[in-house]
T-cell receptor
Framework: GENVGLHLPTLSVQEGDNSIINCAYSNSASDYFIWYKQESGKGPQFIIDIRSNMDKRQGQRVTVLLNKTVKHLSLQIAATQPGDSAVYFCAVKDSGGGADGLTFGKGTHLIIQP | DAGVTQSPTHLIKTRGQQVTLRCSPISGHKSVSWYQQVLGQGPQFIFQYYEKEERGRGNFPDRFSARQFPNYSSELNVNALLLGDSALYLC????????????????FGDGTRLSIL
């Protein structure tokens, strides 16, 4: 089975700084990765995804980096804003065939300091 | 456009009872997945359905069951409730099952908060 972990349960950054949230996974057969943002009282909100045939993908103020050699991915948020405060999860899909669910990490709580 | 909708938003039950949770996917999405999220943890996969058939199952006991209807909506049933079933139950939809042919992101609803007394 897949194990997905995040390096830090809490990350505190100054407003306007860049944030980097890390995630490690265990299964080298994993082929699809998603970052979600979850605010209090709400469900996870899709941020960005990346497939295993890529090592970088950019969205609006966000960049995901994938290093398959060390089984690590990161989410970079540029110019962090107060609205970025939330818990961030990485989710991983294995390429085992069929349709299975995503395996989530435990989450990193991003706190924005004014 | 409406996102994934779930009902009810909150529910209180006692041990031994049964519960049914409902989910309507994003319009056009044919696959629905269910997850359980315990406080302080990431969501844990329960079921995935596509075209009314179960396509995947996580490590949950047989007390948990689900079904998908012709309009792609879905229900999750839990029998003989235990205190440990207290959690946020999340429904997610995608165009096709994540993993089939091309990876599609799952989009989540805001969940049903189930409390067992």
């Amino acid at each position: 089975g897949e194990n997905v972990g995040l390096h830090l349960p809490t990350l505190s950054v100054q407003e306007g700084d860049n944030s980097i949230i890390n995630c490690a996974y265990s299964n080298s057969a994993s082929d699809y990765f998603i970052w979600y943002k979850q605010e209090s009282g709400k469900g996870p909100q899709f941020i960005i995804d990346i497939r295993s045939n890529m090592d970088k993908r950019q969205g609006q103020r966000v960049t995901v980096l994938l290093n398959k050699t060390v089984k690590h991915l990161s989410l970079q948020i540029a110019a962090t804003q107060p609205g970025d405060s939330a818990v961030y999860f990485c989710a991983v899909k294995d390429s085992g065939g069929g349709a299975d669910g995503l395996t989530f990490g435990k989450g990193t709580h991003l706190i924005i300091q004014p | 456009d409406a996102g994934v909708t779930q009902s009810p938003t909150h529910l209180i039950k006692t041990r031994g009872q049964q519960v049914t949770l409902r989910c309507s996917p994003i319009s056009g999405h044919k696959s629905v997945s269910w997850y359980q999220q315990v406080l302080g943890q990431g969501p844990q996969f329960i079921f995935q359905y596509y075209e009314k058939e179960e396509r995947g199952r996580g490590n949950f006991p047989d007390r948990f069951s689900a079904r998908q209807f012709p309009n792609y909506s879905s229900e999750l049933n839990v029998n003989a409730l235990l205190l440990g079933d207290s959690a946020l139950y999340l429904c997610a939809s995608s165009l096709i099952p994540t993993g089939d042919y091309s990876n599609q992101p799952q989009h989540f609803g805001d969940g049903t908060r189930l409390s067992i007394l």
